[in-house]
């Protein structure tokens, strides 16, 4: 994992190692494989800068795509996305991403329950991805406290390129509250 860049922290490693290392992943299908490494080279081309000066970080490039704007690389916002879905997607593939589920991991049987009880499809969305986190870790539903809440969002602010990551942690939050129906979700411990 080295990187020739001098001004950067040797310990994470560049779009160019992520890149070369998924390009070498030979158990990865083709077209995903190809779609990662395309991705890595399209941030490159959208950020100017060579790969190997860009941190496979994802605070670092949530900050560069809050600044770019799909026009600057003549792009659709659909591809910006699917760009930023695919660079997450290949951090996973190499291990730089551990906490946070991929969209389509399915929940734990007692997650998947409290899903389940939950009718407001508002609550719904704004609740799933933090209820994969806990299911990916094996957090049960009742062991959720205010240390857990914390641990996602750190997770979400190092391994996710969503945007807001602390509004989507004040959403979780906050949207178990508005219902006396709602599923307990986070509680004081």
């Known amino acids: 994992m080295t990187s020739t860049n001098p ?5 994470v490693p560049s779009l160019e190692w992520l890149r070369d290392e998924i390009a070498s992943r030979y158990g990865i299908a083709h077209q995903r494989r190809m779609d990662m490494v395309s991705a890595c080279n399209m941030a490159g081309r959208w950020f100017d800068l060579p790969l190997a000066m860009i941190p496979a970080n ?10 770019f704007h799909h026009v600057h690389g003549d792009v659709s916002k659909r591809r910006v996305g699917n760009v930023r879905s695919l660079l997450l997607a290949a951090m996973r593939e190499a291990g730089l991403s551990t906490k946070l589920a ?3 991991s399915k929940l734990s049987s ?3 329950k409290l899903y389940d ?7 719904r969305a704004s609740l799933s991805r933090f209820m994969r ?3 990916r870790n094996d957090i049960a539903p009742d062991a959720v406290c205010d240390a857990v809440a914390s641990s996602y969002l750190e997770a979400l602010e190092t391994e996710s390129l969503i945007r807001h990551p602390r509004t989507n942690h004040q959403t979780v939050c906050r949207v178990r509250g508005s219902s006396p129906r709602a599923p307990p979700i986070i509680s004081r411990a």
């Open 7 to 11: 001004f950067s922290d040797q310990a």
């Open 58 to 67: 994802a605070a670092f490039l949530r900050k560069r795509f809050k600044s």
């Open 102 to 104: 991929p969209y389509q």
């Open 110 to 112: 007692a997650w998947q």
């Open 117 to 123: 009880l939950i009718s407001d499809d508002y609550r």
């Open 133 to 135: 986190y806990c299911s």
